[in-house]
């Protein structure tokens, strides 16, 4: 049966993949859109440190720049390489710059959208760091908006509450 996780996607250095692939076996997935000059943009080292503290765990983070929101993440793909592993540390799979609103929207926000956070609102990403976990089933879990910071209680309890043997 094909998922979410078998969505086609393309890694930051082009090459063609599935958050399946991406993902550690059995794991759940925290989809997040990034940019470089936004001012959330801190919450990558947050981000890094769920993909260190619950990797082991099986948890996989994975980043999706993207430029739609105030043109915060205008830099090429080697750019944004450099400045996430220099600046913060990230070590997590980034993918190629993407649409996550709109006419060009990527498919994997297609379906990702559908999913209402706990206001009970679906629909398009208000901006940067919009974050979306995804069960090991492939079925979008959750859905916590940008100012939510990553080690928010309700963020990491919904982890915590997807990872093998929880």
Same mark, same amino acid.
Request: aromatic share 16%.
């Given at each position: 049966m094909s998922t979410l996780l078998d969505t086609p996607v393309t890694t930051l250095h082009g090459q063609s993949t599935t958050l399946r692939e991406l993902a550690q076996p059995s794991g759940p997935v925290l989809v997040v859109n990034v940019a470089s000059k936004c001012g =959330? @943009? !801190?919450?990558?080292?947050? =981000?890094e440190e769920l993909a260190e503290n619950y990797g082991p765990k099986g948890l996989t983070v994975v980043g999706v720049p993207c430029n739609q929101f105030g043109g915060q993440e205008p830099g090429s793909?080697?750019?944004?390489?450099? *400045?996430?592993? /220099?600046?913060?540390? &990230? @070590? *997590?799979p980034l993918l190629e710059k993407a649409e996550v609103n709109g006419e060009g929207q990527h498919p994997l926000y297609r379906e990702l959208v559908q999913k209402a956070d706990a206001e009970g609102h679906a629909g398009a &990403?208000?901006?940067?760091f919009e974050k979306f976990l995804i069960a090991p089933d492939g079925s &979008?879990?959750? +859905? *916590? +908006? !940008? /100012? @939510?910071? !990553?080690q928010a209680p309700e963020l990491t309890a919904a982890i915590e509450a997807l990872l093998p043997g929880a």
């Open positions: =959330l @943009t !801190p919450q990558y080292k947050a =981000l793909a080697e750019e944004i390489q450099t *400045f996430c592993s /220099t600046t913060y540390g &990230v @070590t *997590f &990403v208000q901006w940067n &979008v879990s959750a +859905r *916590f +908006r !940008p /100012t @939510t910071a !990553p």
